[in-house]
């Protein structure tokens, strides 16, 4: 009888990894298939081309014939721009590799996004690997492929996302050993994710904290290790000091911030103290409401679908998942297999790194609640959600098929609402009506009078210079800044 019991226990044990097998498998091809169609119809989806991604284009344009920025400084830390963000160093000259082969098209550029954007997935893999193993790792980049938050912009050429790349790799190497060279590594990669993106210049510091206090009596540091983190760290970021010194980088959160003085007053507010405060955290909630987290994301078109939330039915879950084993704790406190109390103070420094995140946003005023400022939130829900699931199915094996089936629908889901219904919804946001007409053009007569349409948008008019009349960087800039004052001389604006 006791040899019967066994047999029957090794064939459900048996079972049970067969059916781990599966739903891994399962989940390998849908992370593959998800991940190849980030590379599909770059140059129709998004329609049209944006304001910012024209910027990116000139820029590359200009650095790739020239070695200057789309204002013809030769190599520069930061490529200025006449708006917004100037073009960080970590995304100009890596992107220098991609243009020469792949050329200067904003098609070209959204490609480099993506591909970035799969090395921050990468990225993901290797550390929870590292922290829980493979099975844990492919559920975090199930999560992170089937991710509303990040599918959408990260299709734009836009440098945004290379910050929390930097970021993931960064914490990877601190935790891969503590060995100096490691800490040295993850010292530069964390300063490179400050160059990447504004928002994470306040991040990254407060990121670094919480790791301290999460390694605090967990392992012997090496003076040598720390000592060659912050000093690269800090040695890194020396030429960005530099330029928020001279005020050139810190123009556009000036004009944005909650600290500005026009602002407040539309506010009827004077700047004290516990107005902004009260500014803050009203900002800040706007970023934890239910239509932004779960049913139309960021109200942008260059950020969202409009059609899905930030997080994903499968993030979601995690978060019903986790209410449960926090039920379970409270009901046995005495279960010492339960993943949340075994590794609680993962989940805090999760938790803690998804919260800060939001921070730089919410000293913001503009566009809020805003996807694109908190992505540095991003790679820690994506943390938080595979681990959960992970956790769960190593409780219970048949959660394993619902993994694999949950990530397939939200995957599926993520791709009809990309592919068949946000192109045409999204068409206002990415000046589509530009790029039908410069297809249209045939004779000089077209070109001209194209040309004078879109004189106002400098990088437009330079843009379809160098693709459409083949030009030069500095022919379409001589050429546009000509016609520019000779237009505004005749009172055309």
């Given amino acids: ?221 090496r003076w040598q290790s720390a000592l060659s983190l912050f000093f690269v760290f800090i040695l890194s970021l020396l030429p960005m000091i530099a330029k928020y010194r001279d005020g050139s980088l810190s123009r556009r959160f000036n004009e944005i911030s909650i600290f500005n003085k026009d602002y407040l007053h539309s506010l009827g507010m004077t700047g004290t103290p516990w107005e902004t405060i009260h500014v803050f955290v009203h900002n800040y909630l706007l970023h934890l409401t239910p239509d932004f987290l779960f049913f139309t994301g960021d109200p942008s078109y260059v950020h969202s679908t409009r059609h899905l939330g930030l997080l994903s039915v499968l993030d979601i879950a995690a978060v019903v998942i986790l209410i449960g084993f926090l039920f379970f704790a409270f009901m046995r406190p005495s279960w010492g297999y339960n993943p949340v109390v075994k590794n609680r103070r993962w989940l805090l420094f999760l938790a803690a790194n998804f919260f800060i995140g939001i921070i730089p946003s919410a000293l913001t005023n503009q566009e809020l609640p805003h996807a694109l400022r908190i992505c540095g939130s991003w790679p820690f829900m994506m943390l938080f959600t595979g681990f959960i699931w992970w956790a769960a199915a190593e409780c219970l094996s048949g959660c394993w098929l619902a993994i694999a089936l949950v990530g397939a629908v939200c995957a599926g889901a993520l791709m009809y609402q990309y592919f068949m219904i946000y192109p045409q919804e999204s068409k206002g946001m990415f000046d589509y009506w530009v790029e039908e007409k410069a297809e249209q053009l045939k004779t000089q007569d077209d070109w001209q009078e194209f040309l004078l349409y879109i004189h106002r948008k400098t990088y437009d008019c330079r843009y379809f210079m160098v693709h459409g009349l083949g030009m030069t960087c500095q022919q379409a800039n001589d050429l546009w800044w000509r016609m520019y004052q000779y237009l505004h001389n005749k009172g055309v604006y």
């Avoid at 590379?39 to 024209?54: N, Q």
């Avoid at 945004?160 to 970021?167: E, L, N, R």
């Fill in 1 to 221: 009888m006791l040899s019967y019991f066994l047999i029957l226990k090794k064939d459900a044990r048996d079972h049970c990894v067969m059916l781990k097998k599966i739903a891994l498998g399962f989940i390998i091809l849908v992370v593959l298939a998800s991940n190849v169609l980030r590379f599909w119809k770059l140059d129709t989806i998004p329609y049209g081309f944006h304001v910012d991604e024209m910027g990116s284009a000139v820029t590359m344009q200009c650095f790739s014939e020239k070695g200057c920025d789309a204002a013809l400084k030769p190599w520069p830390v930061f490529g200025l721009m006449q708006y917004g963000q100037d073009k960080p160093p970590t995304y100009i000259y890596p992107g220098l590799f991609w243009v020469k082969i792949f050329g200067t098209t904003v098609p070209s550029l959204r490609g480099y996004g993506v591909f970035v954007f799969l090395i921050g997935i990468l990225g993901l893999f290797f550390l929870a690997n590292h922290l829980f193993g493979r099975a844990c790792a492919l559920v975090v980049i199930l999560a992170a492929t089937c991710s509303p938050w990040a599918w959408v912009v990260n299709r734009v050429a836009l440098e945004s996302y290379f910050a929390p790349v930097f970021a993931i790799w960064a914490v990877y190497f601190f935790w891969r050993s503590g060995f100096w060279w490691d800490w040295a590594l993850a010292g530069f990669l964390f300063a490179c994710a400050m160059y990447s993106y504004p928002p994470a210049r306040l991040q990254i510091p407060l990121m670094m904290l919480t790791i301290g206090f999460y390694e605090w009596g967990r392992r012997s540091v």
